[in-house]
C-alpha cells in the first residue's frame, strides 16, 4: 500500500476554488509523485484516455522506471492508480488521470487572460528517446484483445487544459487540434528530431496524451485558431511545452 511522505504535498497553483498540487508518496520502496487538480465541483472533461466523461479532478502521475515493468502487466495499473488515489481521498472514476515517466517537479503551468477569459496549461514533457514524426515513422506496437506487444520507450508529453469557460463538446474536440498544432509548432521551434528518423523533425512522441477541462464560465462553442480563446489554448501549451522538454532535457533519459 502507497503511503504519503511527511510533509511532501506542493501546492503549484490556485485559482477560483481550483487547486493543484503535487503529491509524494511511497509506493513498493519508491517515490512516486502525482499532480492533482482538484475542481470546486464536477464538470464535462474530454481526455485521449478515457474520452468525455463528468470529473471533479484532473491528474498526471509519475511513476520511477523501476515500476514500469510491474504496471505493464495485467490490472497493476489500474490497481497502483486506485490504491494512490484512495490514500487521497479520491477515486479514479472521478478523475481524468495520465501517467508518464516524467519526473512531475518538472511540470510547466502557464495561464493567460483575455477579458472574462482565462486558460492555464499543465505540461510534462520528455522527447530525448520516443520522439516520433507522424506520417513518416513506422508503429511498433499491435494491440490484440487489449494487449500490446512492443517495447516500452521513455518519453512523453502530457498536456492538462484547464478552461475557465464553459466548452460544447464540439469545442472541446477541437481544442485537441489546437493544442496538438501548438505541440506541434514548440517540438520544430526546439528543432526536436525524431528518435527513429534523425533527419526529420519530430511532431510528437508516441505515447502523447491530453486532458481538456471545461469550466463554468461564458460558453465557447469553437476553439480553432481564429478565436481568442483558441488562441489562449496554443499560446499557453506551446510555451509550457518548450519549456518542459528544456526542463527535462537537463534531466537523466529524457
Request: net charge neutral.
Given at each position: ?22 503529491h509524494y508518496q511511497g509506493y513498493r520502496g519508491l517515490t512516486v509523485k502525482t499532480l492533482v487538480i482538484e475542481l ?70 502557464k495561464t493567460m487572460e483575455y477579458s472574462r477569459l482565462w486558460v492555464t496549461s499543465f505540461v510534462t514533457a520528455g ?87 471545461s469550466g463554468w464560465g461564458p460558453l465557447i462553442t469553437y476553439t480553432g485558431g481564429h478565436s481568442k480563446i483558441g ?24
Amino acid at each position: 500500500m502507497p503511503s504519503i511522505l511527511p510533509n511532501k504535498t506542493k501546492e503549484i497553483w490556485s485559482r477560483d476554488g481550483i487547486l493543484a498540487r503535487i503529491h509524494y508518496q511511497g509506493y513498493r520502496g519508491l517515490t512516486v509523485k502525482t499532480l492533482v487538480i482538484e475542481l470546486p465541483g464536477r464538470t464535462q472533461a474530454l481526455s485521449t484516455m478515457d474520452g468525455f466523461r463528468e470529473i471533479s479532478f484532473a491528474c498526471n502521475n509519475y511513476a520511477p522506471p523501476q515500476l514500469w515493468k510491474w504496471l505493464h502487466e495485467p490490472g497493476n495499473r489500474e490497481t497502483y492508480l486506485r490504491e494512490l488515489l484512495k490514500e487521497l481521498g479520491l477515486r479514479p472514476e472521478d478523475g481524468a488521470c495520465l501517467s508518464t515517466g516524467v519526473d512531475m517537479d518538472n511540470v510547466v503551468v502557464k495561464t493567460m487572460e483575455y477579458s472574462r477569459l482565462w486558460v492555464t496549461s499543465f505540461v510534462t514533457a520528455g522527447v530525448k528517446t520516443n520522439a516520433m514524426r507522424a506520417g513518416l515513422d513506422e508503429a511498433q506496437c499491435v494491440e490484440e484483445a487489449g494487449k500490446f506487444t512492443c517495447r516500452d520507450r521513455e518519453g512523453t508529453i502530457n498536456i492538462i487544459l484547464l478552461i475557465n469557460a464553459k466548452l460544447t463538446a464540439g469545442a472541446m474536440a477541437r481544442a485537441l487540434i489546437t493544442i496538438t498544432e501548438a505541440k506541434v509548432a514548440a517540438l520544430q521551434d526546439l528543432d526536436v528530431r525524431s528518435s527513429y528518423n534523425p533527419k526529420a523533425q519530430a511532431t510528437g512522441t508516441g505515447t502523447d496524451n491530453a486532458v481538456i477541462i471545461s469550466g463554468w464560465g461564458p460558453l465557447i462553442t469553437y476553439t480553432g485558431g481564429h478565436s481568442k480563446i483558441g488562441e489562449l489554448m496554443a499560446k499557453t501549451v506551446y510555451e509550457a511545452v518548450k519549456e518542459a522538454i528544456i526542463k527535462s532535457s537537463e534531466s537523466p533519459g529524457f
